[in-house]
Nanobody, 116 residues
Framework: QVQLVESGGGLVQPGGSLRLSCAAS????????MGWYRQAPGEQRELVATIGRFGSTQYADAVKGRFTISRDSAKNTVYLQMNSLTPDDTAVYYC??????????WGQGTQVTVSS
């Protein structure tokens, strides 16, 4: 069974940085697209960034220039480097992985709070 385990959330002051990680455990699967989504209180879950199998990236307009998504395919791990954080970035962040011939996977979510 494949599971995703996230880490790296927490409390940070405005202007600060955080790095999120998400690793897939298990074996015998092939991951294509990896991504990060977020959900703020009272809001719908929204796309933050995705990265394809060959490194192509996509970002939400709100995070362009501040966030960087990367992956280590050998480790089945995706990262999200978040810089210049603002209170509007406060949300639960979820990783997502598209696995060939299986349902999409979601992480358990990690809280990111930006506050002084």
């Amino acid at each position: 069974q494949v599971q995703l385990v996230e880490s790296g959330g927490g409390l940070v002051q405005p202007g600060g940085s955080l790095r999120l990680s998400c690793a897939a455990s298990g074996s015998g699967f092939s991951i294509t697209t990896m991504g990060w989504y977020r959900q703020a209180p009272g809001e719908q879950r929204e796309l933050v960034a995705t990265i394809g199998r060959f490194g192509s990236t996509q970002y939400a307009d709100a995070v362009k220039g501040r966030f960087t998504i990367s992956r280590d395919s050998a480790k089945n791990t995706v990262y999200l480097q978040m810089n210049s954080l603002t209170p509007d970035d406060t949300a639960v962040y979820y990783c997502n992985m598209v696995v060939l011939y299986r349902p999409n996977l979601w992480g358990q979510g990690t809280q990111v709070t930006v506050s002084s």
